[in-house]
């Protein structure tokens, strides 16, 4: 499967924005998709999965209750909405996908095998 994030751009706190991530290749049912991001000078970091059929969310502490994470199985995309942006959100996502994973493993990057290539999120303060 081929990704393509998109959707990163300059908002302030306090505002949203949505992440897009379109699959190609595959259908994104068949793929749990995670969403990663990586600030500067900080190791790539777990942002929020969701399993194979869009039932199962997980979310990282930091942006529990803030971000949400689906999928659009019809239109092979997954998506990243992200509201009440702080500053430290600022950072590249990247969202990345694997047919095969074990719930433990969805929040460690290097178990993904396929990836997206970035998208950046800059929150001003």
């Known amino acids: 499967v081929q990704l393509q994030a998109s959707g990163g751009g300059l908002v302030q706190a306090g505002g949203s924005l949505r992440l897009s991530c379109a699959a190609s290749?595959?259908?994104?049912?068949?793929?749990?998709m995670g969403w990663f991001r990586q600030a500067p000078g900080k190791e790539r970091e777990f942002v929020a999965a969701?399993?194979?059929?869009?039932?199962?969310?997980y979310y990282a502490d930091s942006v529990k209750g803030r971000f949400t994470t689906s999928k659009d199985n019809a239109k092979n995309m997954g998506y990243l909405q992200m509201n009440s942006l702080k500053p430290e959100d600022t950072a590249v996502y990247y969202c990345?996908?694997?047919?095969?994973?074990?719930?433990?493993?969805?929040?460690?990057?290097?178990?993904?095998?396929?990836w997206g290539q970035g998208t950046l999120v800059t929150v001003s303060s």
């Open positions: 290749g595959r259908a994104v049912s068949d793929y749990i």
């Open positions: 969701i399993a194979r059929r869009g039932g199962n969310t």
């Open positions: 990345a996908a694997d047919r095969f994973l074990i719930q433990s493993s969805y929040a460690t990057s290097s178990a993904y095998d396929y």
